[in-house]
Nanobody, 125 residues
Framework: QVQLVESGGGSVQAGGSLRLSCETTTYTGSRMCISWFRQAPGKEREGVAGLYTGSGYTNYADSVKGRFTISQDNAKNTVYLQMNSLKPEDTAMYYC??????????????????WGQGTQVTVSS
């Protein structure tokens, strides 16, 4: 069982930055895929960025490449999503999700077994 707790959401103006955190209960020494998804009102949940804790390999959705960075801090059992140059269309509830190895970084919702409660990001124009 993996528990995930997100934090760091908030309201910013377009062009601003936020850093989301995803703290996990079982992480150190565990190899898993941890990814960020987001869901805007009336839209499907979509993958944003993923990371494999064993190698640090990452994957990003085209819509966030060059603006968002996913990273890990093994000592803190935490994965981060640094979001820069935010746009109003980035407004959504952001969720952290995990799948123990074996796993791939294809950002497909159905692949992930464990989910956090979400943190809201609102970007105003």
């Amino acid at each position: 069982q993996v528990q995930l707790v997100e934090s760091g959401g908030g309201s910013v103006q377009a062009g601003g930055s936020l850093r989301l955190s995803c703290e996990t209960t079982t992480y150190t020494g565990s190899r898993m895929c941890i990814s960020w998804f987001r869901q805007a009102p009336g839209k499907e949940r979509e993958g944003v960025a993923g990371l494999y804790t064993g190698s640090g390999y990452t994957n990003y959705a085209d819509s966030v490449k060059g603006r968002f960075t996913i990273s890990q801090d093994n000592a803190k059992n935490t994965v981060y999503l640094q979001m820069n140059s935010l746009k109003p269309e980035d407004t959504a509830m952001y969720y952290c999700a995990a799948r123990p190895s074996p796993c791939t970084l294809v950002l497909q919702r159905s692949d992930y077994l464990y989910w956090g409660q979400g943190t809201q990001v609102t970007v105003s124009s």
